[in-house]
């Protein structure tokens, strides 16, 4: 299979494209963001990139896969644990996403195409004054494979929290379903954070904006629209953000057309709240996942 890596400008963000085959793969290097992701450059999508992004250092990039780290969403609604670990005013989603991580690997072959990216934290991140790494390792063969690697480095114990902010491309939310999910005990952070109980496949009707508890490896992505499937398959996550911002939270978001909200999906693997890493001196974790997609339904 022919592959190859090449460097790119993405409207003045530095990065790389990733081909194997008929795949293709961007990804910037503020954030260590994937931009978009085709399976095949003939069909739709996997990871969805919004029409109307905006790239600026120091934002980012409306779609693809955001990393969140080292903490997950508004500090205040993380454990005492991650809160402590910060010093400074904490921004939404933590440091990394706007941070220019390092590329350590790269390489092309007829098996595969595989890119790693660090960022190293030590006492001058600003904010979060730990010494620890977080690297993200891209593989992209008949799969996309994605891990998320933290070490810490430091003598005393890191609590962080962290998400793969994956933005899914799908025809339509309304025809669209997640399978893999039923049983679960989500936060519903739209109704005053209750706790309630997921039945059956979750449907899509309004904004959501979940976090579900004690989620299994293998989630599915059903869309009747396009008649296929993708297949999320994690390791070192128990946890996953479902969100879609339906009309009126659309209109409040920065490179989001109004209509956007009909094409995308956020399922956000991750290490939140209960699920959150507590990693001593030395210790390391990995969070994995891997798309698929099949079709079919
Ligand atoms: O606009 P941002 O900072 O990228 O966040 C997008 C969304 O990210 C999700 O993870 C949150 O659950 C939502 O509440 C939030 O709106």
Request: charged content about 15%; aromatic content about 8%.
């Amino acid at each position: 299979m022919q592959s190859s890596i090449t460097a790119m400008d993405f409207s003045g963000l530095p990065g790389w494209r990733l081909c194997f085959g008929q795949a293709q793969l961007d990804i910037a290097q503020q954030g260590g963001q994937i931009l978009s992701y085709f399976p095949d450059i003939n069909q739709p999508p996997l990871i969805w990139l919004s029409a109307c992004a905006e790239y600026q250092h120091g934002h980012s990039v409306r779609g693809g896969v955001p990393v969140c780290w080292p903490w997950f969403g508004d500090i205040q609604r993380n454990p005492a644990a991650v809160q402590k670990m910060t010093t400074k005013d904490a921004p939404f989603h933590g440091l990394a996403r706007t941070l220019d991580w390092q590329l350590t690997h790269s390489s092309a072959a007829n098996n595969g195409v595989q890119l790693s990216l660090q960022l190293v934290a030590s006492q001058d991140l600003l904010g979060w004054p730990h010494a620890a790494t977080v690297q993200l390792q891209i593989e992209l063969a008949e799969r996309l494979t994605i891990r998320l690697h933290n070490h810490n480095l430091g003598s005393e114990p890191l609590a962080i929290s962290q998400a793969l902010h994956s933005y899914f491309a799908v025809s339509d939310i309304r025809q669209t379903q997640v399978e893999g999910l039923a049983g679960c005990t989500y936060y519903d952070t739209l109704e005053q954070w209750q706790l309630r109980e997921q039945e059956g496949n979750l449907k899509f009707s309004g904004e959501t904006d979940r976090i579900y508890l004690q989620v299994p490896e293998h989630l599915q992505i059903i869309d009747l629209g396009w008649q296929r499937r993708i297949d999320l398959r994690s390791q070192g996550s128990h946890s996953a953000i479902v969100w879609n911002p339906w009309v009126a939270k659309a209109q409040t978001l920065s490179g989001f057309a109004s209509d956007a909200w009909q094409q995308m999906l956020c399922i956000e693997s991750a290490n939140v709240l209960d699920d959150h890493l507590l990693l001593a001196p030395g210790e390391q974790h990995c969070l994995q996942l891997e798309l698929s997609t099949s079709a079919g339904l």
